[in-house]
């Protein structure tokens, strides 16, 4: 059996977070981070990933011909994107248009997003749909194939077995009529026979 200190290890949340700081960061700047998030616990924080020098980027449009470093840092205790930058910004007294922070789901569906913005070079508008037949999702097709898929599987009852099959009977007992019963007068007592009227002398 757990122990309640392993449920409470194994409950324990943490929030990470992408933390992006435009051109040159000082040399401390990972622990600085560390520094910075001290209230909100923080459980780790990589020392931070350089990207080579872009022309423009898409966190920091005003930026121009700079590179961005990266770091991923997690925390047990709760924040906001926004708190986060707050104390990243004072701490290591940079703007706050040179430091941009998201949490990880606000990374995931920022990828999402750009995932094409990557010019293709290829018209859309004036492209063809791909040839695609899908009269087998509907119609009469549709339905001899769900009947085909519904006779493959046949369900059969199943017998079981116990330890009180010998007291059981093995068929299921059919009922007798009596046949004294079923030649019995059903007729109705009142107006179903007429009585004779005798006529006798004073």
Known sequence: ????????????????????IAGDCPKDCHSQIKTALSQFHVESCSTGKRTPIQETHTDF???????????????????T????????AECLKMPHSAIRVKNIREADEDE??????????KSVLQADYEASNNQKMVGSEHSMS?????????????Q?????????????????????ESKQNNTSPVGSKQLKR?????
């Open 146 to 158: 769900l009947l085909k898929e519904l006779s493959k599987t046949k369900k059969s009852g199943h």
């Open 112 to 121: 999402i997003n750009h995932q094409h913005d990557n010019k293709t070079g």
């Open 81 to 88: 994107s926004q708190q986060v930058r707050d104390k990243i």
């Open 160 to 180: 079981y077995t116990g330890a009180n099959d010998a007291i059981l009977a093995k068929n299921v007992p059919s009922e007798k009529t009596n046949t004294k």
């Open 61 to 79: 449009p005003d930026h121009k011909n700079i590179n961005v470093t990266l770091f991923d840092v997690c925390t047990s205790y709760p924040a």
């Open 198 to 202: 005798t006529t006798g002398g004073r």
């Open 1 to 20: 059996m757990k122990s309640f200190t392993e449920y409470l290890t194994e409950s324990k949340r943490v929030y990470e977070f992408k933390v992006k």
